[in-house]
Nanobody, 119 residues
C-alpha cells in the first residue's frame, strides 16, 4: 500500500506560480509509476507530469515549458512547480502512484489539492 498526500494548492493570479507537493508513505524507488494529474470541472482527468515509469511524454503540450517536477527521495516527496499559470490551469491536482503488490499492479491516488487561477 501507499498513501499519497498532496499540498500546496491555493488561489493565484494569472501569471503566478505555485509549487505542489506529494508526500508518499513509502520509498519512491519502490513505485512502478508516479505522476501528477489534474481534473477541471466537467472535464476528464488528465496527466500533467510523469515522474516515474510510463511511456508517455513527461509533460503534455498544454504545460510543457511551464511545469516541472522534482523529487526529494529522502523525504519520499515529489513536487510540481507550476509557472506562468493561466485560468485554464484551474483544477484539482492529484498525485498518482502505481505499486506492484505480488503480481498485481495497484493504483493509488491522493486526495487532491485545489488550484484556482483567477484575478
Amino acid at each position: 500500500q501507499v498513501q499519497l498526500v498532496e499540498s500546496g494548492g491555493g488561489l493565484v493570479q494569472p501569471g503566478g506560480s505555485l509549487r505542489l507537493s506529494c508526500a508518499a508513505s513509502r520509498s519512491i524507488f519502490s513505485l512502478h509509476y508516479m505522476g501528477w494529474y489534474r481534473q477541471a470541472p466537467g472535464k476528464q482527468r488528465e496527466l500533467v507530469a510523469r515522474i516515474i515509469g510510463g511511456s508517455s511524454p513527461n509533460y503534455p503540450d498544454s504545460v510543457k515549458g511551464r511545469f516541472t517536477t522534482s523529487r526529494d527521495d529522502a523525504k519520499n516527496t515529489v513536487y510540481l512547480q507550476m509557472n506562468s499559470l493561466s485560468p485554464e490551469d484551474t483544477a484539482v491536482y492529484y498525485c498518482n502512484a502505481q505499486l506492484y503488490i505480488g503480481l498485481r499492479l495497484n493504483d493509488f491516488w491522493g486526495q487532491g489539492t485545489q488550484v484556482t487561477v483567477s484575478s
